[in-house]
């Protein structure tokens, strides 16, 4: 019994090891098409970084905030503006800077396209976005302190009157900035197309847009996107629609 014990844990040790070899070596293939995406940018061959920086993007899921930013230079650079756009909105979504929403104010007006001009409600957004962890621990900060103070003011036969209410109301929007986000979606339209009046191929066309516009995404219905459009909600085909993020 003591052997088959001793057997027991042998396998599971082996078993273990060879599952983080595997994750292991999975992850330095991951990485591997970005480093070579890398080699190819510093010695200015950008078509070659390309190919390997979509590699990594798109088949191994990774990405970094310096390979999205030379993704989007690459690819602006080749006059491709509808993914140099899709790149930048990708980077902000994950890596928020003030500094991609101007690059991308820019590019809008540059081509005349729909959906770069930002309105005060997406600035504080993109604010909240750059700054959440000093957010989050300065509302942490402060409830920590006030929980110390209900404590003693109720240890000491005080009256509490609202701030229990204050105290959860913290509480509260803590819990949900972290756990719920509230950026809008978003999607980069990639080819001309048309914009019907609903989630089918017979409903009517309302317009026909060119590829670069950037719109916000309310929900998908099969192979339809319901989204924003000049202060009407239309439908798109999935395949003429970049979503942005997850």
């Known amino acids: 019994m003591k052997n088959q014990s001793i057997t027991t844990k042998i396998f599971t040790l082996i078993a273990l090891f060879f599952a983080i070899v595997v994750n292991t070596r999975a992850n330095i293939l991951k990485n591997r098409n970005i480093n070579i995406g890398d080699s190819f940018f510093v010695h200015k061959d950008y078509q070659s970084a390309l190919i390997f920086y979509k590699k990594g993007f798109y088949a191994d899921k990774e990405f970094s905030q310096q390979m999205l930013s030379r993704m989007a230079m690459i690819e602006e650079s080749s006059d491709h503006y509808v993914m140099a756009l899709f790149y930048l909105n990708t980077m902000y979504y994950y890596f928020p800077d003030s500094r991609v929403i101007r690059k991308m104010e820019d590019m809008g007006n540059k081509y005349h396209l729909n959906g770069y001009n930002y309105t005060d409600f997406e600035y504080l957004i993109s604010i909240y976005k750059e700054y959440y962890y000093y ?14 103070y209900l404590f003693v003011r109720k240890r000491n036969k ?11 109301a913290i509480l509260g929007i803590v819990f949900y900035l972290n756990n719920f986000d509230i950026t809008p979606s978003m999607g980069i339209i990639q080819s001309d197309c048309q914009l019907m009046e609903g ?7 309302v317009e026909i847009t060119e590829p670069g516009q950037r719109v916000r995404i309310i929900s998908k219905q099969d192979v339809w996107y319901k989204i924003a459009w000049k202060d009407k909600n239309l439908f798109i085909r999935d395949v003429y629609l970049l979503p942005i993020g997850n």
């Open 135 to 148: 957010i989050i621990f300065s509302l942490s900060g402060i409830g920590i302190p006030f929980i110390i």
């Open 199 to 205: 989630p089918s191929a017979g409903s009517n066309v």
């Open 158 to 168: 005080e009256n509490l009157g609202f701030r229990p209410l204050v105290f959860f």
